[in-house]
């Protein structure tokens, strides 16, 4: 039995929250690795809609979620998370929630910088959520993060907290922001740190003893691969690598661990905030995308841009993100279009080519180049097995297999769990 790592293999909202909710019923333990509350997850059991943002999916199959260290942490929005979906009758309590006692924390000082910089930038903003995500991360590459185990040493979170303003305070001076006193913060952690602490432990630990045990992990990561900050549209990418080699890092277990790659792909593509998008739609097919497939971004309530089906970019980001094989999310969208066209390469200053560029003005100026298929008018909603699907929709899914070089082995059919088809179990990879 293997353990599967899911990711996302375009920009975000593919719906991986649907595919991990279904998996955790297979599974033990639900990991989050990466990201913080920029992440977004929707997930529809009957008549209740779950939205989760920093806890694992998995809560709401019952089973053991974990925050790891390579999460970035805001306690305040980790806290009114776990009043909200407690409301909703899920169980959180330190038995079934663990968080690392090693992963940083985000302060409000981290958010006051990220808007300030962000309305700096202008014209040139990058898109951020305003959620101090990079500032944080920035924070613990420098070495100054202030993490969950500093919250019970106070000799060590004064002085952690002095080097926590010096530098942030500085950049907000300079870009004529209000700065922080050490009260403030002192005042902030002293109210979350009774709530928090309670879930600290050395996650790596329980994670090796589950694995020797034979438990089933599902390793749940945000974002996407093409918002990694190393191989995605960079700089209008997250602040953390969002492969699913960092499945490991970010949690404390081996490589070997990571298991079944999963990569998760709408049927078309959407975006939200800025950045470079060769295949997004202006007219009123992009806009009839949208609205089938109610695109507004979980975290941010903003509209997502609409596009066709990239088949360079997701065979680039399965490539990079070392995918076993792939969900195809949100198929039912198309439903009833004349025709579809899937990206089959780009052209860049009068070149042919099949790999997505790395620099920003190459990526701006890329076209795609279409492959144009007929579309089918019989429904895929609610389809619960190939035999339900339309012929012209199968076969759309076999060119997009072929494009992107990975199998398609988990297929979703709508918003609700049950919908969907299993092509091949990762969990017996």
Known sequence: MSNVTVIGTQWGDEGK?????????????????????????????GDQVYKLSLLPSGLVRGQIGVIGNGVVIDPKALLAEIDRVAGQGLKVNPETLWI????????????????????????????TTGRGIGPAYEDKVARRAIRICD????????????????????????????????????EFLAEIT???????????????????????????????????????????????????????????????????????????????????????????????????????????GRPRRCGWFDAVMVRQAARVGG????????????????????????ELDGKHVKLFPSAPGAQARVKPVYETMPGWQESTAGAR??????AQAIKYIRRIEELIEAPVTLLSTSPERDDTILVRDPFED
Request: aromatic share 6%; with cysteine.
């Open 100 to 127: 690392a006692e090693n992963a940083p924390l985000i302060l409000p000082v981290h958010g006051a910088l990220d808007r300030a910089r962000e309305a700096a930038r202008g014209e040139r903003k990058i898109g």
């Open 385 to 390: 097995s190939w035999a339900e699907l339309p």
């Open 151 to 186: 919250l019970v040493e106070p000799e060590t979170l004064d002085w952690k907290l002095d080097e926590v303003l010096l530098h942030h305070n500085t950049l907000l001076a300079g870009l004529g922001a209000p700065i922080f006193t050490k009260d403030e913060l002192k």
């Open 323 to 346: 995918v076993t094989g792939i969900a195809l999310t949100k198929l039912d969208v198309l439903d009833g279009l004349e025709e579809i066209s899937i990206c089959i390469g780009y």
């Open 194 to 300: 009774p709530r928090i602490i309670p879930f600290a432990c050395p996650v790596w630990e329980r994670l090796d003893e589950a694995r020797r045990a034979g438990r089933r992990i599902l390793f749940e990561g945000a974002q996407a691969v093409m918002l990694d900050v190393d191989h995605g549209t960079y700089p209008f990418v997250t602040s953390s690598n969002t492969v699913a080699a960092v499945a490991a890092s970010g949690s404390g277990v081996s490589p070997s661990s990571i298991g079944f790659v999963l990569g998760i792909a709408k049927a078309y593509t959407t975006r939200v905030g800025e950045g470079p998008f060769p295949t997004e739609l202006f007219d009123d097919v992009g806009r009839k995308i949208g609205e089938r497939g109610h695109e507004f971004g979980t975290v941010t």
């Open 17 to 45: 929250g649907k595919i991990v909710d279904w998996l955790a019923s297979r599974a033990d333990i639900v990991v989050r690795f990466q990201g913080g509350h920029n992440a977004g997850h929707t997930l529809v059991v």
